[in-house]
């Protein structure tokens, strides 16, 4: 008996991408042909069903935060993020990214009259001065090299107002494979770069066993609050912060 081709599977996908990128529209084959560094995980053919999940479940998360709120979704990617934090009850959410092509599919598949999308630097919004009550930063502080960190988290504490919310996420897993991402600062160095504008109320881990819940069953799937054994065998953590008084 022959053995088993083992690249025939991989073969396989790769060629029925391409089959499906012929017939997808301009914004679909962007996605497709940018599916290594951006993700819109209601497109199943380009992920797992897992990873799919871990990315829903970081922003079901923060939509928890979003009744009421004008929200930032800060690095929002191809928008399906700032999509859900709509679904959360959010009053009005502006998507921004620095990708001129990820906020081109946002607009395309997501925006609404009360979720819009723009291109922009972190560090500089376009947003005036505490006008904000929750701003969500996830999956970008990989993204981020960390002496650029300290400027973002400066103008987040800007345009926030004084009883406004930050979430962030950050990777504490084996660094990814994804060529654009840098090495991701520990969850220590951001609470470091985050203490001079911001004090962390919460912290929670994101686990691979996505029965894992906190809260009695409260937190979306595979998210718990934050202990010492969580911590060893967590993906992510999300940081829930509250802006310092600040004079200067």
């Known amino acids: 008996?022959?053995?088993?081709?083992?690249?025939?599977?991989?073969?396989?996908?790769?060629?029925?991408?391409?089959?499906?990128?012929?017939?997808l529209t301009p914004a679909r084959q962007w996605l497709v042909a940018n599916r290594a560094q951006r993700i819109d995980p209601w497109v199943s053919v380009l992920r797992g069903r897992q990873e799919r999940?871990?990315?829903?479940?970081?922003?079901?998360?923060?939509?928890c935060h979003a009744l009421g709120t004008t929200a930032l979704d800060v690095a929002c990617g191809t928008g399906?993020?700032?999509?859900?934090?709509?679904?959360?009850?959010?009053?009005f959410v502006l998507g921004i990214d620095l990708c001129p092509q990820?906020?081109?599919?946002?607009?395309?598949?997501?925006?609404?009259?009360?979720?819009?999308?723009?291109a922009a630097d972190a560090s500089r919004l376009p947003v005036p001065s505490e006008t904000?009550?929750?701003?969500?930063?996830?999956?970008?502080?990989?993204?981020?090299?960390?002496?650029?960190?300290?400027?973002?988290?400066?103008?987040f504490g800007r345009v926030l107002k004084p009883d406004g919310r930050l979430l962030v996420s950050t990777s504490v897993s084996v660094p990814s494979a994804n060529p654009g991402h840098s090495i991701g600062p520990s969850v220590g160095n951001v609470m470091a770069l985050?203490?001079?504008?911001?004090?962390?109320?919460?912290?929670?881990d994101q686990v691979a066993d996505d029965r894992a819940q906190g809260?009695?069953?409260?937190?979306?799937?595979?998210?718990?609050?934050?202990?010492?054994?969580?911590?060893?065998?967590?993906?992510?953590?999300?940081i829930v912060a509250e802006p310092r008084a600040w004079t200067g």
């Not at 081709?5 to 017939?23: C, F, I, T, Y």
């Not at 985050?194 to 919460?202: D, G, S, T, V, Y």
Request: aromatic share 10%; net charge positive; with cysteine.
């Open 1 to 23: 008996m022959s053995k088993p081709e083992v690249g025939r599977p991989l073969r396989w996908l790769k060629a029925r991408v391409r089959a499906l990128a012929g017939r």
């Open 53 to 63: 999940e871990a990315h829903l479940n970081r922003y079901r998360f923060a939509a």
């Open 80 to 91: 399906y993020g700032s999509a859900l934090l709509r679904d959360g009850g959010a009053a």
């Open 102 to 118: 990820a906020v081109a599919y946002a607009k395309r598949k997501y925006a609404v009259p009360s979720v819009c999308f723009t």
């Open 132 to 155: 904000v009550d929750l701003i969500v930063f996830m999956e970008a502080i990989e993204h981020v090299g960390p002496e650029d960190l300290q400027d973002v988290f400066v103008e």
């Open 194 to 204: 985050l203490a001079p504008r911001f004090r962390a109320i919460a912290t929670y």
């Open 215 to 238: 809260h009695n069953g409260l937190l979306p799937a595979g998210l718990c609050v934050s202990t010492p054994e969580s911590q060893t065998c967590a993906k992510a953590c999300l």
